[in-house]
């Protein structure tokens, strides 16, 4: 390991120590660790569309001060969500798996990362526990998910995205991420923005505030359609598979009539660019027939090499079920084992045989899971997967308080979203998207903790 590296480690460990040190000498000074930590997550949520560097920055800032937070109030106790078990159970599969991983080095990055995100959840669902914190947070990702989404449109334009097989990277530069980050985005404005889900009881509460509406509504408008070309500049399938679905379920959540009208819309949007851009269509149609997107030499063989590995990370899951081999060490395997790899591929523009090495990690988030951490780490993430719709669902369902309302349908359409990506693109320890679908799941935790009606809520029946 390179000495500045070994620095950097000792420097680190040693302020870790001396900030909990002070934080067991000076409990008075928990206060100061809260808002710290706070200050923390408000970065991630600034930058986490911007500069994903600057966002991990303020995520491990948050959960280090969070810890002196606890540790100055004398507080051990893991803070109470509804996803707790299925959480904590796969957090300690992933742990376990470094016993018997076959790359204790991927291990410890990748499941690492996992575990790293899941201390993030922890610590945004304790601290982000009023609605003045929560709306901050939301406000700060908008800001901020808007520029990205401005500058991936003119990024788009000037690479001639819509005819040409270049692909835009957003502020963060990875064409993968980016465009799932902007369907979170659009998710939180359609969801946060838009849609009006006050009871139907329920009277607005600025009459005066109606020209400030429209104004707000016909920006948010300008941004959705933008995100939505985003999406297409990207030609990413994990993306758009996702947010069709999320914008379907939203509609729905507020009336059919707009569930159908969003029909409407989508169907008539998809005509339209698939007419226009054909890199665009081809991509998306490969998903059926997979002999649409040719295979070129020195390129990855598309969905046919998505397939194949998805084959490969069954073939491991097979040989090891129960345990799997290692989180994040699926890559390692699969370089040193040859019987799991794919089989040659025909190239047609050539007429040899070609050997895609593109990747060597599944691409799909879910067949990872089972062959790098079993069969149990599986069903614990897919029991999360499962209360990340229900429960949201029930509070909305349940729910007179339009925040909380707001709060559960953003949750819904975030969790789809990510299902989508989870299928192409995401894994666990991806730190561009998962970290920021439990960062949402972290709102709705806190919304659903919260006992009583919202301020706004209680204001506007007065």
């Known amino acids: 390991m ?14 870790i ?25 408000f970065l991630f949520a600034l930058f986490i569309p911007v ?75 304790a601290l982000v526990n009023s609605e003045k914190r929560i709306k901050f947070m939301i406000y700060t990702f908008t ?56 009871n139907s009881g329920e009277k607005n509460r600025y009459a005066s505030g109606k020209i400030l509406r429209a104004a707000s509504g016909i920006f ?51 005509i339209g660019i698939f007419s226009v851009s054909k890199t665009f269509k081809s991509r998306i149609f490969s998903m059926f027939n997979p002999k649409i997107y040719n295979l070129r030499l020195k390129n990855h063989g598309d969905i046919e090499s998505h397939i194949a590995l998805i084959k490969s990370a069954w073939a491991v899951f097979e040989r090891y079920p129960l345990t799997g081999v290692g989180a994040g060490a699926f890559s390692k395997y699969f370089d040193e084992h040859k019987g799991v ?49 229900k429960e949201p669902v029930k509070l909305f369902k349940n729910s007179g308080d339009k925040f909380k309302r707001r709060i559960s349908s953003l949750a819904i359409g975030a969790s789809i979203i990510f299902y989508g990506s989870f299928a192409g693109v995401s894994n666990m320890s991806n730190d561009q998207l998962t970290n920021l679908w439990l960062f949402f799941l972290a709102l709705f935790s806190a919304v659903n903790n919260m006992s009583g009606e919202s301020e706004e809520y209680v204001i506007s029946k007065k």
Request: proline share 3%; net charge positive; hydrophobic share 60%.
């Open 220 to 270: 948010f408008a300008a941004i959705i359609l933008l995100g939505f070309f985003d999406i297409v500049f990207a030609k990413a399938r994990s993306a758009w598979i996702g947010i069709i679905p999320a914008v379907f379920v939203l509609m729905y959540l507020k009336s059919k009539k707009l569930f159908f009208a969003a029909l409407i819309l989508l169907f008539v949007l998809n």
């Open 143 to 198: 800001f901020s998910i808007c520029i990205a989404i401005i500058y991936g449109f003119f990024q788009g334009l000037a690479i001639n995205a819509l005819h040409s097989s270049g692909r835009i990277t957003g502020l963060i530069g990875n064409w993968v991420g980016f465009p799932v980050q902007v369907s979170f985005g659009l998710t939180v404005i359609i969801a946060y923005y838009l849609l009006d889900f006050k």
């Open 51 to 125: 500069k994903d560097g600057f966002a991990v920055f303020g995520m491990a800032a948050a959960i280090i001060f969070y810890i002196a937070f606890k540790i100055a109030r004398r507080d051990m106790s893991i803070p109470k969500t509804v996803f707790n078990v299925p959480l904590l159970i796969y957090a300690g599969i992933v742990a376990a798996s470094f016993l018997w991983t076959y790359s204790l080095k991927d291990s410890l990055n990748e499941g690492g990362e996992a575990l790293y995100f899941i201390l993030f959840f922890f610590t945004a669902s």
């Open 2 to 15: 390179p000495l500045l590296v070994l620095i950097k480690i000792f420097s680190i460990t040693i302020s």
């Open 17 to 41: 120590l001396v900030l909990f040190s002070l934080a067991v000498k000076r409990p008075g000074l928990s206060g100061f660790f809260e808002n710290a930590a706070l200050s923390g997550i």
């Open 341 to 389: 790899r794919f089989p040659w591929y025909y190239n047609p523009n050539t007429g040899k045989k070609i050997y895609d090495l593109y990747d060597n990690w599944p691409e799909n988030g879910y067949m990872q899971t089972l062959a790098e951490t079993g069969i149990i780490s599986f069903i614990a993430l897919m029991w999360l997967f499962f209360l990340a719709i």
